[in-house]
T-cell receptor, first 115, second 112 residues
């Protein structure tokens, strides 16, 4: 399994500002993903973070709102841009480390509140 | 859209009892996974069952998969108060390149 850390663990932000969330893995992994979990809801995949190229976004999510970087195989960032209260959620990164790319391991999440 | 749909949405049992949670899905899958989440924290992977498997055990967990009915069940035996959490099934659809689609989740409360 992989050990994943996220920073910050939580934040309270003003609308119109941006927040960058970091995800660090203790080993090189092939696949990294970013999810959003709105209050009381399930997880929704935002994008797949691709090393060395642009992220692959799911329907309903765009790069201008959620720019993602992945400079190497152990690190990724997600920025939530021009935030509104509707962006208040838990943001989680996950990795699929194995060659079979089956089991995903999740970070502890970043709890974001936008006022 | 959600691929997996769990039922019941909420379950409350006494410590020591067994808890059974069900998940249904819509499309063909490579595998189905169950995760646990405590109080809005990160998800913990519990068990993975592949499409060619019918049953799998891990400690107090037993998972079954019926691909003809597109359904899975998670059984937790001899439940403990520490099992109180939300449980999600997630499907890795065939051809989806490892992308997981999560169900809405089941809230399990185990009363001491």
């Amino acid at each position: 399994s992989a050990v994943i850390s996220q920073k910050p663990s939580r934040d309270i932000c003003q609308r119109g500002t941006s927040l960058t969330i970091q995800c660090q893995v203790d080993s090189q992994v092939t696949m990294m993903f970013w999810y959003r979990q709105q209050p009381g809801q399930s997880l929704t995949l935002i994008a797949t973070a691709n090393q060395g190229s642009e992220a692959t976004y799911e329907s309903g999510f765009v790069i201008d709102k959620f720019p993602i970087s992945r400079p190497n195989l152990t690190f990724s960032t997600l920025t939530v841009s021009n935030m509104s209260p509707e962006d208040s959620s838990i943001y989680l990164c996950s990795v699929a480390p194995g060659t079979a790319q089956e089991t995903q391991y999740f970070g502890p999440g970043t709890r974001l509140l936008v006022l | 859209s959600q691929q997996g749909e769990e039922d019941p949405q909420a379950l409350s049992i006494q410590e020591g009892e067994n808890a059974t949670m069900n998940c249904s899905y819509k499309t063909s899958i490579n595998n189905l996974q169950w995760y646990r989440q405590n109080s809005g924290r990160g998800l913990v992977h519990l068990i993975l069952i592949r499409s060619n498997e019918r049953e799998k055990h891990s400690g107090r967990l037993r998972v079954t998969l019926d691909t003809s009915k597109k359904s899975s069940s998670l059984l937790i035996t001899a439940s403990r108060a520490a099992d109180t959490a939300s449980y999600f099934c997630a499907t890795d659809a065939a051809g989806a390149n490892s992308k997981l689609t999560f169900g809405k989740g089941i809230t399990l409360s185990v009363r001491p």
